[in-house]
């Protein structure tokens, strides 16, 4: 079969065209970036999870009504999404200082915040990313008013529900980062969450030993990355018996070259 048109290849994902007009295809690859891309590496597997893991998320969050870009999964690593218009904001949802806020205003990593603190970066890699008020997206019309207005209700809305449904199997939601899009019908256009959510964006806490169970494993070359994000998948039931289950899987299709 010949291989779809390719529109985007990012740091965790390329992007290809849709089978319809308005799709697109993810492809959730292994490879694994931090700090602005300074350090590189691979997650055997990660992909994989991570595909599964934003499945359920995506479409958990699509019941509560909160509307967002996943159609459905297509296979191991891909999965058929709206296509949408980025808006060039990464929304970072904060319960808990850790990463970047700890080491900006020197507060504990670990130390609960007073109350929920949503902060905004540009999106731009050759920046890195910066941090950015309300004032300059306003400013420099990267979304209206009534567009960051959508964009904080959904991201309150997306961090309770997150912060139960991890609560729920023992994680605690440290902080984590959303993106959304605009979808246009005709002159108008609508803002929906896109993205993925999954443990490459997340802070994901070990309830009762801390332990980090998402990127910071990498970020911090503690080791046993492909391990966490599997144990995020099985506790939230997305691996059965055996937690090997969905690699052993794939191995399995490569070698009958699937
Ligand atoms: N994050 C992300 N992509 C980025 C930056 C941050 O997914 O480009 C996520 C990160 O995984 C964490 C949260 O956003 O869950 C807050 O990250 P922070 O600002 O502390 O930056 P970091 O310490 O990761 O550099």
């Given at each position: 079969m010949a291989r779809r048109r390719q529109i985007y290849e990012g740091k965790a994902k390329i992007l290809y065209e849709g089978p319809e007009p308005g799709t697109i295809i993810q492809y959730f690859k292994d490879d694994a970036t931090a700090f602005n891309a300074q350090k590189k590496g691979t997650i055997s597997g990660k992909g994989v999870l991570n595909n599964r893991i934003s499945e359920h998320i995506f479409t958990l969050l699509n019941t509560i009504g909160v509307p967002n870009h996943f159609i459905r999964r297509l296979n191991m690593r891909e999965q058929l999404v709206r296509q949408v218009e980025i808006v060039p904001i990464e929304v970072v949802v904060r319960n808990v200082a850790a990463g970047s806020l700890s080491t900006r205003l020197g507060i504990e990593e670990g130390e609960p915040l007073p109350r929920t603190l949503i902060e905004y970066c540009y999106k731009d890699d050759a920046l890195g990313d910066p941090l950015v008020a309300e004032e300059h997206i306003a400013c420099f019309g990267w979304a209206s008013q009534d567009e960051m207005n959508d964009i904080a209700d959904m991201a309150i809305r997306v961090n309770d529900f997150l912060c139960g449904l991890f609560a729920g199997i023992g994680?605690?939601?440290?902080d984590f980062k959303l993106e959304f899009g605009r979808l246009w019908e005709n002159d108008y256009s609508r803002l929906i969450l896109a993205d993925e959510i999954s443990p490459d964006g997340c802070r994901l806490?070990?309830?009762?030993?801390?332990e980090k169970l998402d990127k910071d494993r990498f970020r911090r070359d503690l080791g046993g990355e492909v391990e966490a994000y599997q144990e995020v998948a099985r506790r939230l039931g997305l691996l059965r018996e055996d937690a090997n289950e969905v690699l052993d899987l794939e191995q399995h299709r490569r070698k009958r070259g699937k």
């Open positions: 994680i605690r939601l440290v806490w070990d309830m009762t030993t801390n």
